[in-house]
T-cell receptor
Framework: DTEVTQTPKHLVMGMTNKKSLKCEQH?????MYWYKQKAKKPPELMFV???????INESVPSRFSPECPNSSLLNLHLHALQPEDSALYLC?????????????FGPGTRLTVT | RKEVEQDPGPFNVPEGATVAFNCTYS??????FFWYRQDCRKEPKLLMS???SGNEDGRFTAQLNRASQYISLLIRDSKLSDSATYLC????????????FGKGTKLTVNP
């Protein structure tokens, strides 16, 4: 089963709201990722967790805060976002190291910031 | 030079056609290579990994030329369901979890 699930599917939030995106996988993968994708652009890496520890932060603004409670779960906490943060947020997972079979993506959360 | 460059497309082909996508990458230390497909408003889905020996999965054939830093994807007997954007993906350096995505090439297969 190569499934990564994400909730919610859609999210509309104001600039003063606090919300969280959730991601789950049960493939035994020990690396999990957050990507941001704008329309007609490729996904852009935001964060990588490897063995539940943050290993890569691609200079993401602090209004995005990742959390990895355990090896199956990944959260992205959102606070004081800007309208330009509206995008599709994708979670992915892979074996460690990430070569070989590649990364598997969840269906994404489509975020609109008003 | 961009890290991963693909044919800009779009490609419009009739059903049954053979279509080839090309991709070049700039980091010679890259060790993992993939093709993903992404349907409109959906997530990228792993199509196949690419190996130096070349690999085939049904109608799809992927090739890697490390000397030229070139990757290709060939789709034979194209189907309407092959219509999607095809993303060439390379890891930034050996063993790294950082994947770099090409901008993608949009394919439309027409009846």
């Amino acid at each position: 089963d190569t499934e990564v699930t994400q909730t919610p599917k859609h999210l509309v939030m104001g600039m003063t709201n606090k919300k969280s995106l959730k991601c789950e996988q049960h493939m035994g993968h020990r690396a999990m990722y957050w990507y941001k994708q704008k329309a007609k652009k490729p996904p852009e890496l935001m964060f990588v967790y490897s063995y539940e520890k943050l290993s890569i932060n691609e200079s993401v603004p602090s209004r995005f805060s990742p959390e990895c409670p355990n090896s199956s779960l990944l959260n992205l906490h959102l606070h004081a976002l800007q309208p330009e943060d509206s995008a599709l947020y994708l979670c992915a997972s892979s074996q460690v190291p990430a070569g070989g079979p590649g990364q598997y993506f969840g269906p994404g959360t489509r975020l609109t910031v008003t | 030079r961009k890290e991963v460059e693909q044919d800009p497309g779009p490609f419009n082909v009739p059903e049954g056609a053979t279509v080839a996508f090309n991709c070049t990458y700039s980091n010679s230390a890259s060790q993992s290579f993939f093709w993903y497909r992404q349907d409109c408003r959906k997530e990228p889905k792993l199509l196949m990994s690419v190996y130096s020996s070349g690999n085939e999965d049904g109608r799809f054939t992927a090739q890697l030329n490390r000397a030229s830093q070139y990757i290709s994807l060939l789709i034979r007997d194209s189907k309407l369901s092959d219509s999607a954007t095809y993303l060439c993906v390379v890891n930034r350096q050996g063993g790294s979890e950082k994947l770099v995505f090409g901008k993608g090439t949009k394919l439309t297969v027409n009846p």
